[in-house]
Nanobody, 125 residues
Framework: QVQLVESGGGLVQAGGSLRLSCAASGGTFGYYAMGWFRQAPGKEREFVGG????????YYADSVKGRFTISRDNAKNMVYLQMNSLKPEDTAVYYC??????????????????WGQGTQVTVSS
């Protein structure tokens, strides 16, 4: 059983940067691929990107490719989402999620068995 807690959200101006963190506990973190999702008001939760258990592969939605970077530190049980060149349309609650047995490339919510509570990111224009 993995527990996930996100942090690092906040208010930032368009063009700015934020780094989100996700702390994992309660399981063997290195067994899990990790994903980041986001949900804007009135919209469905969508895949942002994911990372293999080893950190050796990352996957991104087209909307964030080239601006966002996912990394992980298995020694610290942490996964990160570095967000650069933020746009107002990036405003959403951001969630990290854990996937046992996968590679983090799946955009399906059902592929991830564990979820954090989310952290709000607001990008002002």
């Amino acid at each position: 059983q993995v527990q996930l807690v996100e942090s690092g959200g906040g208010l930032v101006q368009a063009g700015g940067s934020l780094r989100l963190s996700c702390a994992a506990s309660g399981g063997t973190f290195g067994y899990y691929a990790m994903g980041w999702f986001r949900q804007a008001p009135g919209k469905e939760r969508e895949f942002v990107g994911g990372i293999r258990w080893s950190g050796g592969g990352t996957y991104y939605a087209d909307s964030v490719k080239g601006r966002f970077t996912i990394s992980r530190d298995n020694a610290k049980n942490m996964v990160y989402l570095q967000m650069n060149s933020l746009k107002p349309e990036d405003t959403a609650v951001y969630y990290c999620a854990a996937q046992l047995g996968g590679d983090g490339s799946s955009s399906s919510l059902h592929a991830y068995g564990y979820w954090g509570q989310g952290t709000q990111v607001t990008v002002s224009s």
